[in-house]
């Protein structure tokens, strides 16, 4: 007996229905077929104990028994998912072969690998990679089973992830929860995650940038020049020489001229005689512009952010909706690249556009024919970016909602059947009394793919870079100076994060390390987080109320907690330097590079340290009225209940023993204190949220 098993019931449905009859469901738990039984999990059926199944002391959060690391790691079964779980068990034992149908990522292959693992399954594997849920596609997938070894390296990956948010989210929570009760916080507790920390370090460091802005202003000079074919607008661009070693300090960091007065006087010189200037540069070079990739899960949600306002996880939540109604392929993807194997399907998907009232603009110039740079075996792992299948669609069995996103994703797809956009772009310098003039033009001679996005927003007079037309000259003309302008600007601050643009920014996240050198190192890595969880991230930061969401545009702002917990922290855990290089050897060692031993060494000791520098960590003290510990002075002092009655205590126990008698409700500071009486060390509380991000 063949038996496949899938990652969630719907999935083991449509596969089951692409499979020969007969059909012969039985229950709930699998279902029959010609071809083999297919059954299936719910997602992960299995989890990863917590510090208290592994010893019972652990239920109590004791800094002395930090870091809890486990020499062997232990599942159990999800009570939820039992009774499934049993069912996958049995038919395991009896078959003869099986069929691994998890989603083709990272955790798709871990969650049905470690119920193999789990229960000792020692018979032959084959892997399906079912990218789309369509009749096509899944027979496709299934006439070209892979050996399940081929993925172990994804297993190792996903394997090495998971263990390393239990070891940062099980012990530094318990260590900085601590720390802050030490401070008098004795009830907020403070998940720490290895991704979703630095993602909260984003929004604060860029509210507290904001906060901290002070607006300058800037000044741009531009000259109008005539040529004999016409008159034209240049602008200023000061030399090196002029800026750093003649008038460095009328320049900022940006190379904008802050000084008023320098450039007054340059616009005064410039105005005055002779007004002989000459051509110096000026060329003009066809360009061609591909069509934009197709969409990964980040740009879907990024773009539907900014098309419908939509937030990320609802984002995917309709590409998930979509995708089981089989209008469109896998949805968790961060491939924008296809297969060249499905490029023969681009004429029926276009010919499904051309059949819809809603999608015939899409195809109108379109050519089945061309081939863009999307098609490239080279970029493919196990799954590809998200295009529609080649189903068509009926706009009245979908919502408004799912056509939108359907027409996002239909878009990008058919952008890859159009011409590149061409244009001349033009670029002309003028020399005047020893400076250097710039403008730039452009004549467009193709729209080509770009007809598909048109653009509401009209170019700016004052835009900075803003392209002109160019009358036609040739280096070495005359042109003469008519008159200049000053133009003054104002910086602005940074836009605050939306759901959407914080998606981005975890996803470019070399932008955003603080070390110099990381930038180069990362910036072709994966950012943190997975397109799977960098939703759910953002959402567990607004339910644990770290954010709040204001305003019309939905902009992201820190609360008092968030404040709290990034200060309290090193920056090796708010700045995302070292957790986009941990996802760097994820994704390597996802492709062979590196082992799972080697990656979680690296995180048992990263976990010491923090949690060593947990019990120096400082936290504001709250409230007016908190009498700081006279001995460590980190701690606060707290009115406690001993055997001999009440008494103070320094919250920052058992680092700090200072303690002292009440008198009159308050400490009486004695020369020689007390020895401490034991008292409790913090709220004991489920573990269980700050395992995984």
Known sequence: MRLYIAEKPSMGRELAACLKPPHNARGKSYIATGDGVVTWLYGHVLEQDEPAQYDERYKRWNAADLPIIPSEWKLHVDEKAANQFDVVRQLIGKADEIVHAGDPDREGQLLVDEVLDYVGNRKPVKRILLNALDEKSIKRANENLRDNR???????????????????????????????????????????????????????????????FKPVDYFLLRAEFLHANGSFVAQWKPSEKFMSELHPKAFDAEDRLIDKKLAAEMLKAFDAAPHDGKIILYQTKEKREAAPLPFSLSALQVAAGKAFGY???????????????????YPRS?????????????????????ASTTLRSLMLKANASIRSRAWNDKKITAHHAIIPTVNSINPNTITREELNIYLLIAR?????????????????????????????????????????????????????????????????????????????????????FTASSLVQGMKDIHKYVKNPESKKQLKDVYGIGTEATRAAIIDELLTREFLNVTGKKKELEPTAKAYLLIDMLPDEMTYP?????????????????????????????????????????????????????????????????????????????????????????????????????????????????????
């Open 150 to 212: 081929e993925f172990v390296n994804l297993k190792q990956s996903a394997l090495a992830r998971s263990r390393a948010d239990w070891l940062i989210g099980m012990n530094l929570s318990r260590a900085f929860t601590l720390a802050a009760q030490r401070a008098g916080y004795r009830d907020v507790v403070l998940p720490i995650g290895r991704v979703k920390t630095p993602t909260l370090g984003l929004v604060v460091r860029r509210e507290r940038e904001i906060k901290n």
């Open 311 to 329: 937030e990320p996880q609802k984002v995917l939540d309709i590409a998930q909706r979509l995708y089981e109604k089989k209008l469109t392929t």
């Open 334 to 354: 961060d491939c924008a690249f296809l297969p060249t194997n499905q490029f023969k399907d681009g004429a029926t998907i276009l010919r499904n556009f051309e």
């Open 412 to 496: 990008g797809y058919a952008a890859q059947f159009h011409e590149p956009f061409v244009y001349d772009e033009t670029t002309v310098e003028v020399g005047y009394k020893e400076e250097k003039f710039a403008a730039r033009g452009r004549v467009i001679k193709s729209l080509g793919w770009k007809e598909l996005y048109p653009t509401k927003k009209k170019p700016s007079a004052d835009d900075e870079e803003a392209e002109i037309l160019l009358p036609s000259m040739k280096k070495g003309d005359a042109v003469t100076y008519q008159s200049g302008s000053m133009l003054k600007k104002t910086t602005k601050p940074p836009p605050r």
């Open 577 to 693: 330097d070292a957790t986009a290089i941990w996802e760097d050897k994820l994704h390597s060692m996802s492709e062979g590079a590196g082992t799972l031993e080697e990656f979680l060494i690296g995180q048992a000791e990263f976990t010491r340290r923090l949690c060593s520098m947990a019990l120096d960590a400082t936290a504001k003290l709250i409230g007016e009225d908190q009498i700081k510990c006279p001995r460590c002075g980190r701690g606060i002092m707290v009115k406690r209940k001993g055997r001999n009655g009440e008494f103070w205590g320094c919250s920052n126990y058992p680092s700090c023993r200072m303690s002292c008698d009440d008198r009159d409700g308050k400490p009486e500071f004695l020369s020689r204190p007390k020895k401490a009486a034991a008292f409790d060390d913090g709220e004991i509380i489920s573990s269980a949220d700050f395992m995984r991000d």
